[in-house]
């Protein structure tokens, strides 16, 4: 009797099952990228501190029920938001800041440091209309931290700031993390949101 | 001279398919390990408003608060009125308090006190549910929130 050699098992069929395999799991996969808009809320307190804000160093755009936009008393095309708002923070009424390069307006903002933006909405405002107020003011700071950053060391403060963030910064990660803070510090993000309002 | 013309007339080779396996078990795995099944499942609409300003979530250190109208299956019994979930299930406002609470619990404790609360909010939602909510969490003293967005921008510049 002489030994017989073992049958080859058949694996033709081994694709058909990891295929099989292959479409389930591409169809269940949902890759996450959760991305978005942070905000820290205020802290709550009993009593307001009174604050002595002048007017013209607030910013206000007002939302109404219809998504109708209202930015300092003007109503205004969701495009146009961004543009007044850089105007707006860029502006350094009082002459202090001198890297502002806005038309010097005395009736708008004294200097980045004191301007305040501050978004009111309705109740029954749409959140999709809410997000894109949101979304074109952080734009707004955005595009001035982006001209200092590239005026004073060479580089995207957005690009560099998300590059901290995922871990593909290449170099002094801690240098860079100073540079940053000096850049939002030249223009602090001061962007209140108020209540909202019950409509009539 | 036949000895140059033997294969002529013969039939195409097949390819080999031997290696198909393997490049399909590549990509199988490629998909197994990038796979998170959903964890919870959607009660409410989902379809994100979008903006390009932003910023990445922190996985590790996120709740998740979904808000909109009830998904089409569930409307004849919730209605159309913007609700509330967390976890798997709808939670009313008042109740938001102790379903963070308990949706906090489950990070690991070092994060805890870090935690940031990403709002997953329908783009038809009124924003006078969000401001519930936004209250609600200053209550609590989790500050730190994330509207999460879809990309893009609808806004023409």
């Known amino acids: ?185 030249l223009f602090p993000m001061k962007l209140s949101e108020a209540e909202a309002k019950k409509s009539q | 001279m036949s000895k140059f013309n033997k294969k002529k007339g013969g039939e195409l080779p097949a390819v080999n398919t031997a290696s198909l396996p393997d490049i399909v078990f590549m990509l199988l795995f490629f998909f197994m390990v990038v796979t998170v099944l959903r964890k919870d499942n959607m009660l409410v609409q989902q379809k994100l408003p979008k903006a390009d300003q932003v910023e990445k979530l922190k996985k590790d250190r996120s709740v998740f608060i979904y808000a909109g109208k009830p998904s089409s299956r569930y409307k004849e019994k919730f209605g159309t009125e913007g609700k509330i979930q967390i976890g798997d299930k709808y939670t009313d406002i008042n109740a938001l308090e102790f379903a963070l609470s308990e949706a906090r619990t489950k990070l690991i404790p070092e994060l805890q006190g870090k935690v940031v609360v990403g709002l997953k909010v329908d783009e038809q939602t009124n924003v006078g549910l969000l401001q519930d909510v936004k209250e609600k969490l200053r209550d609590l003293n989790m500050v730190k929130i994330i509207y999460i967005t879809a990309p893009g921008n609808d806004v023409q510049q």
């Open chain 1, 1 to 185: 009797m002489g030994r017989r050699a073992t049958p080859e098992v058949n694996a033709g069929s081994m694709a058909d099952i990891a295929f099989l395999l292959l479409i389930f799991f591409l169809v269940t996969t949902t890759i996450e990228k959760d991305k978005g808009i942070a905000r820290q809320l205020p802290p709550k307190q009993d009593e307001q501190p009174p604050v002595d804000i002048k007017e013209k160093n607030i910013f206000v755009v007002t939302v109404n029920k219809e998504d109708q936009i209202l930015a300092d008393n003007e109503l205004m095309d969701i495009q146009d938001i961004r543009q007044a708002a850089i105007s707006f923070l860029d502006n350094g009424g009082d002459g202090s800041c001198d890297y502002c390069k806005g038309e010097k307006d005395i009736a708008s903002s004294d200097n980045p440091e004191k301007a305040i933006i501050t978004v009111k909405s309705d109740r029954e405002t749409s959140y999709k209309t809410y997000i894109q107020v949101q979304n074109e003011l952080v734009a707004a700071y955005n595009f001035l931290r982006n001209r200092e950053s590239e005026r004073l060391f060479g580089f995207e403060f957005t690009k560099v700031k998300s590059a901290i963030a995922t871990g593909d910064f290449k170099g002094n990660e801690e240098r860079a993390q100073a540079k940053l803070q000096e850049i939002q510090a």
